[in-house]
């Protein structure tokens, strides 16, 4: 006799799967990076170089060792000043000295690993507002999933993967916390014709503000202040979520695969941005 499982069920069967992977696939990116370190080789192109945090952990700092390398100097609000190019070890050396500090290191393997997800990202998002070829978007899914397990590594890393661990507490409980408040239908915030509305013009501000970032220099007191904004935005969209889950549970038609699978990838969506607004809150540049 088959048991009847719950649309509940079926999404967080799907969701945490998919999370998963993600953090299966960071966890063992940072620790490569360890054993790059300790071994002096190289990963996905980076080296990484070894220093200690605030509370003395050890913070491990990604670089690609080419030259010649960007070293960049900013003011007091966080605006670039100045551009120089270090053409060797020595030179990185001195422009340290000098309060410069080598911008975000890049590697051709690793670009391209960022491009591909975000080409299987858009994809699995059709399939899932479309509702179809369900076992296709799941296997889009999976490979997405698996794409952006080393690239949250590399963010964990690039900030400081110890701030990292502790976004990743902080995310675990803001959705069990959401999902109790949302699922528990104390509020019907599915039904919110204004929290709708907050939510689709808080999401276009915020996808404007960081295409400007892409052309603008903004100070690091306005990223911050945007960050800490889309983490709010993003909890309030895991309630919204968790309590659709709710509601489509009682419509005819609703405790389905295919809306599972809908529901999955958006509580997803939400909590992968939510943890990457709490790590650009808690970066230093």
């Known amino acids: 006799m088959l048991i009847e499982t719950t649309l509940l069920f079926k999404t967080m069967l799907i969701l945490s799967s998919q999370l998963g992977l993600v953090l299966l696939g960071c966890f063992y990116f940072i620790k490569g990076a360890h054993y790059a370190y300790e071994n002096n080789t190289t990963l996905f192109g980076f080296k990484f170089r070894g220093s200690v945090n ?12 080419t030259f010649p390398r960007e070293m960049v100097i900013n003011d007091e609000n966080g605006e670039q000043l100045k551009l120089k190019l270090a053409k060797n070890s020595d030179e990185i050396i001195k422009y340290l000295k000098e309060g410069y500090y080598q911008s975000k290191p890049t590697s051709g393997f690793f670009n391209g690993l960022g491009i591909l997800w975000l080409i299987i990202l858009g994809l699995t998002t059709l399939f899932a507002s479309t509702g179809i070829a369900t076992m296709t978007g799941v296997i889009l899914f999976t490979i997405q999933s698996l794409l952006m397990g080393p690239l949250l590594g590399f963010i964990m890393l690039d900030m400081d993967e110890n701030d990292g661990y502790r976004a990743l507490k902080i995310v675990f409980f803001v959705t069990i916390l ?63 979520d968790f309590n659709l889950v709710r509601k489509r549970e009682g419509m005819i038609d609703g405790n389905t ?5 809908e529901l999955a990838f958006a509580i997803y969506l939400d909590i992968i941005n939510l943890l990457l607004e709490i790590l650009e809150a808690m970066g230093n540049s």
């Open 178 to 240: 959401t999902g109790i408040i949302g699922y528990g239908d104390f509020i019907s915030f599915s039904e919110s014709s204004f929290l709708t509305f907050f939510l689709f013009f808080g999401l276009l501000g915020l996808i404007i503000f960081n295409i400007l970032r892409a052309f603008i220099t903004m100070s690091r007191k306005k990223v911050r202040a945007s960050a800490i904004f889309g983490a709010f935005l993003f909890s309030i969209f895991l309630l919204y």
């Open 257 to 261: 695969w295919e809306n599972a699978f």
């Open 54 to 65: 605030m509370k003395n952990q050890l913070d491990l700092v990604p670089y690609v060792d």
